[in-house]
């Protein structure tokens, strides 16, 4: 995993966004991963070593800041890192065609939502979401819509994979294994992956409660599963990935 910091870019005015460039050589654009992160305010550099290990794999990665803690729970922020990504991915070489919409916890809900919602506009409509230790029965503030209640009853317009630790004690992998099911039942394109990791280490961290924050791993078993994680990424971009499932 490379330790290159990202270069920070204003999304709108006074919000920031890393953007990862990919370390790994390539023929022609690079597929890009938009990736949100949770519920803490301004916690992109909690992503910082998924989207290095990400952008070693080829991908560029874009990782915003934003704040679930606005009066309108952040979908403004959210919507507005979207649009800009869009429009910024070409000049650092990124795949219009190969976007990938993803998030971690909370906005692993909002990921999903968005990407799946039918009156999301087509030009903001990823390739592929990537929902990473979240739950899905409560509305999104990006749709208004539980995304759970939405793909229980038509199917998924894009493919979705799911990534969720088995050990994850904040938000237990039930939740997205009643995702998983209800777009099975719809016959939607979805692919699902449990490593044996908890909350934090499925995106290559551990919680550290003096510091209330999630900070980089060092342990292998950690690192490994924040790997696998990585690599579903790369799948979901139409880069080669883990096969199967790890439930």
Do not use: K, N
């Not at 199917?155 to 099911?181: C, F, I, K, M, N």
Request: aromatic fraction near 4%.
């Amino acid at each position: 995993m490379t330790s290159a910091q990202p270069e920070a870019v204003h999304y709108t005015e006074g919000r920031l966004m890393d953007v990862h460039r990919p370390s790994a050589g390539g023929v022609g654009p690079a597929p890009v991963v938009l990736l949100w992160h949770g519920r803490g305010p301004d916690e992109r550099e909690v992503l910082r070593p998924l989207a290095r290990e990400a952008a070693r794999l080829g991908l560029l990665v874009l990782v915003p800041d934003w704040r679930s803690d606005l009066p309108d729970g952040g979908r403004a922020e959210l919507l507005t890192s979207l649009a800009h990504a869009r429009r910024i991915l070409p000049s650092y070489g990124g795949d219009p065609d190969r976007f990938v919409l993803a998030g971690w916890s909370l906005g692993g809900r909002e990921a999903v939502a968005l990407a799946t919602h039918p009156d999301t506009p087509a030009d903001l409509r990823p390739s592929a979401a990537v929902g990473i230790a979240s739950s899905y029965a409560r509305p999104a503030v990006t749709t208004g819509e539980s995304p759970l209640d939405l793909l229980a009853g038509r199917p998924s317009p894009v493919p979705v994979w799911l990534v969720h630790g088995t050990a994850d004690e904040v938000v237990g992998a039930e939740h997205t294994r009643q995702l998983s099911a209800a777009l099975t039942t719809q016959m939607s394109t979805v692919r699902l992956h449990e490593p044996a990791t908890d909350h934090a280490g499925v995106v290559m961290t551990v919680y550290d409660a003096a510091a209330a924050r999630c900070l980089p791993a060092t342990a292998e078993a950690t690192l490994r599963a924040g790997r696998r994680t990585a690599a579903v990424l790369a799948e979901a971009a139409g880069l080669a990935g883990p096969e199967g499932s790890d439930r």
